[in-house]
Structure formats: C-alpha cells, structure tokens
Nanobody, 121 residues
C-alpha cells in the first residue's frame, strides 16, 4: 500500500505565495518522477510541474518563472513553492508519483487526495 499525503493548501491573496508538500509512504522501492497536477471542477487534470529522481524539472508554461518544484529523495517528499499567485491559479492541486514497489516490478502512477488552493483577487 502506498499513500501520498499533501499539505499546505489554503487561501491567499493575488500576488502572494504558498507552499505545498507531499510525502509518499508505504512499500516503496524507488520513485522515478514526482510532481503536481491541478484540476478545476468538470475540467481535465493538467500538469503543473514534475521532477525526476535526478532533479530534472518540467513546468507548464503558465507557471514557469512563478512556481518552483523541488524534491527530497531521502524523505520521498516533493515540494511546490508558488509565488506571484493569480486568481487563475485557483484549483485543487494533486501530488503525483511514478514509483516501483519492489525490484523487478513495473512502476505505477499514484495520486494524493488533493489540496485546494484559492487565490482571491
């Protein structure tokens, strides 16, 4: 059993900052990619940012330069530092991890439960 637990969501004014964190726990052999996606009601989930175990990052164009993803491999934790927030950044943010539970097993995607981020104008 693998769990991804997020924390750090909330309400912030436009122009403000907010940090999210997500820790993976359970039976984990290795984690390839961790990241964040976001979703509005009735809409498709969209990429925010991802980071590999080696530290390579990828950002959606809409957040590049404002959001920073980082990762602590020893703690199986991924972070998202969000700054210069805009009302259009209001979404439920989901943590994501592509991981392998044992040597020789295929890797699978796992998701957190989601945390609400609301940016007021």
């Amino acid at each position: 059993q693998v769990q991804l637990v997020e924390s750090g969501g909330g309400v912030v004014q436009a122009g403000g900052s907010l940090s999210l964190s997500c820790t993976a726990s359970g039976v984990i052999f290795s984690i390839n990619v961790m990241g964040w996606y976001r979703q509005a009601p009735g809409k498709q989930r969209e990429l925010v940012a991802t980071i590999t175990s080696g530290g390579s990052t990828n950002y959606a164009s809409s957040v590049k330069g404002r959001f920073t993803i980082s990762r602590d491999n020893a703690k199986n934790t991924v972070y998202l530092q969000m700054s210069s927030l805009k009302p259009e950044d209001t979404f439920v943010y989901y943590c994501y991890a592509n991981l392998r539970r044992s040597l020789g097993e295929n890797s699978f995607n796992h998701w957190g439960q989601g945390t609400q981020v609301t940016v007021s104008s």
